[in-house]
């Protein structure tokens, strides 16, 4: 037995595909345990799941960033906010949470999100094997090589963190926290990402969306089998951004022969036609079973879920790693896109319609599917991280719980 600690930061939808891998380990006679923040984490991984938090909350002035200022932010400007205003505060003030937590839990190796970055500091500082969990293929591109300045100041903050979390700067030089140089689960596949060079430490291993509970409450009774079913969702960090396509979505929704959900604030959209339900929260997963079509901002979680079941979506990417999943999308001919902040209800509804009648974007959408499958979810990243383990213990000699306290930090 092997024990994993996960390391997630406060996003529902990088926290979402690790619940599925967690319990898979956990079938397979593993110890596994989540670090994070007690706001988020611990409803997404369910009560019977071991949970130790970083801190009692998520700092202030994330919270604040994320609410308040990053409405507008496209492209450069997008991605010097996500990083100096979200992810370097929360690398600085979970890193010693992360080091109570390998205290606590004492593990074989971490799995790190990408946006978690003391994970991989702890990791690295404790001597622990790590890998990534690549909750967006956007990485996958290198795209901080396209953003030139924006790019290097990036790679500084990170440099810049890391010796702050007590790496030598010969380790701070080598190691990036996105990805790990042991194993890289990526919860997609080339059917979607396309043709991009990777190491041998990348495992494609498509969406891991099995087992996770939802008690989200939701009128199914509401649902007429008689009529597509059209999801819209931005996902909730977008919500600030979201009240003009919101609009334009139900006003398309409403002279379609569909039936519309649309995950919203409801007194954001204001009265509904009776062909459309507002809902701030739906049992995402449990819904696209029943689901036709799938309008979404080009979040990978939502995409990659709505792919798995073959469902073709129109995309609205706005920020950070959107565009490049929308982009994906459309390579791969499931799906079409229209532009976030000047869609009209008209253009809305013409894209819906192309993609609901032409069979080629159904098609292609049951390809990714099918790639999906192929590639063994939470099962084959489950083996992937048992050989991590195993590889490590056979060569270092150490059991259960190796580098637990071998560190000191501040």
Known sequence: MARFLFVVPPLAGHVNPTVSLGRELTSRGHAVAWTGHPEVVPELIGDDAEFIPVADSVPAEVLEAVVERSAGLRGPAALRFLWRDVLMPLAHTMTPGVHVAVDAFRPDALVVDQQALAGAAVAERRGLPWATSATTSAELTDPLATMGKVGDWVQEQIRSYLLAAGLDPDDAARV??????HLLLAFTTPALVGDVPVGDEVAFVGPSVTAR?????????????????????????????????????????????????????????????????????????????????????????????????????????????QPIIAEQVVRAGAGRRVKFGRVSADGLRA????????????TAAARVQASFAAAGGSPAAARRLEDLVSGATASTGAGAGRGAGEATWS
């Open 213 to 321: 509970p939802d008690a989200t409450p939701f009128p199914w009774e509401w649902l007429d089998d008689g009529r597509p079913l059209v999801l819209v969702s931005l996902g909730t960090l977008n919500w600030q951004d979201g009240e003009r396509f919101f609009a334009r979505a139900v006003d398309a929704l409403a002279s379609m022969d569909v039936q519309g959900v649309v995950v919203a604030p409801p007194d954001m959209v204001g009265a509904p036609p009776v062909n459309v339900l507002v809902r701030p929260r739906v049992p995402q997963l449990a819904l696209l079973a029943r689901t036709s079509v799938v309008v979404s901002h080009g979040g990978h979680n939502t995409v990659c879920e709505a792919l798995a079941h073959g469902l073709p979506l129109v995309v609205a990417p706005i920020r950070d790693d």
């Open 351 to 362: 894209a819906l319609t192309a993609v609901m009648t032409d069979p080629e974007h159904r």
């Open 176 to 181: 990036d926290p996105r990805f790990s140089p």
